[in-house]
């Protein structure tokens, strides 16, 4: 492990930081790594990944010992990186037809309208993978990237569930429903909830932006529209709030 203090320039690709984030990526084959920068602390933090990588025969990248102040220089000002920032490429890009391909008869699909905040879009993608969605579409326009805070967020979501971005979300529907699955908004106008339609297919799960929700064409193009039975007086979720809830009644009703 070097010790000697580095000379700080632009990233030669994308950081990853947090401990979960930097360790799901450490143990993904499909993740080309430049670097590593941690304190010594960090890297003890990541010992278990780091020789499961090895063991696995992942190409593991420079380890360069610096200070905490070090990393935070590097970063936005909120940033949590416990520790650790790892400089690497960015995944290679998915499109719809790769997550289609082999879609089981059970599959889900999350598809996000306008939602663009990199914490909402982050959480989505964790809560996708720990309830086994296939992938998450959003727009392309003003998509984050899969990097910083929106890996921490994902808490390492982002080496497991696929993540597509498309043009135009309506014609994206179109194609879901001709690959078989049955495309469900969430909105508050939707006359039943996702228990009441009794789902067990293929699905998509289609969810607006806070507050301007779904946008009409969107709507439109899908089969059906259903809510979630909150109570007054609170009469909405935030958008990552309302996916894990929405996904854990779709789960549940398999």
């Given at each position: 492990m070097k010790s000697d203090?580095?000379?700080?320039?632009?990233?030669?690709?994308?950081?990853?930081?947090?401990?979960?984030?930097?360790?799901?990526?450490?143990?993904?084959?499909?993740?080309?790594?430049?670097?590593?920068?941690?304190?010594?602390?960090?890297?003890?933090?990541?010992?278990?990944?780091?020789?499961?990588a090895q063991m696995n025969g992942i190409a593991l990248p420079e380890v360069v010992t610096v200070e905490k102040e070090d990393i935070e220089r590097l970063?936005?000002?909120?940033?949590?990186h416990q520790d650790v920032l790892l400089d690497c490429q960015p995944l290679e890009e998915t499109f719809l037809a790769d997550i289609l391909v082999n879609a089981p008869d059970n599959a889900v699909v999350m598809v996000l309208d306008q939602v663009t905040d990199p914490h909402n879009v982050g959480a989505i993608l964790r809560?996708?993978?720990?309830?086994?969605?296939?992938g998450v579409v959003m727009q392309k326009i003003h998509a984050p990237e899969t990097t910083g805070t929106l890996a921490k967020s994902a808490s390492g979501a982002v080496e497991h569930v696929p993540l597509v971005r498309e043009v135009n979300l309506s014609r994206t529907l179109e194609q879901l429903k001709e690959a078989g699955f049955f495309c469900i908004g969430l909105a508050e106008?939707?006359?039943?909830?996702?228990?009441?339609?009794?789902?067990?297919?293929?699905t998509a799960l289609v969810l607006g932006a806070e507050?301007?929700?779904?946008r009409r064409l969107v709507a439109q193009n899908c089969d059906a529209l259903a809510h979630?039975?909150?109570?007054?007086?609170?009469?909405?979720?935030?958008?990552?709030?309302?996916?894990?809830?929405?996904?854990?009644?779709?789960?549940?009703?398999?």
């Open positions: 203090r580095p000379s700080y320039g632009a990233p030669s690709s994308a950081y990853l930081f947090g401990i979960h984030a930097v360790t799901q990526a450490l143990l993904n084959p499909k993740r080309v790594h430049q670097r590593l920068l941690c304190t010594a602390r960090g890297f003890e933090s990541l010992q278990e990944a780091w020789q499961d970063l936005p000002r909120d940033a949590v809560s996708a993978a720990a309830f086994g969605a296939i106008e939707g006359k039943e909830t996702l228990a009441q339609m009794k789902l067990a297919g293929k507050g301007a929700g779904l979630l039975p909150t109570q007054p007086p609170i009469g909405s979720l935030n958008v990552s709030n309302a996916a894990a809830v929405a996904l854990y009644e779709l789960v549940r009703a398999r």
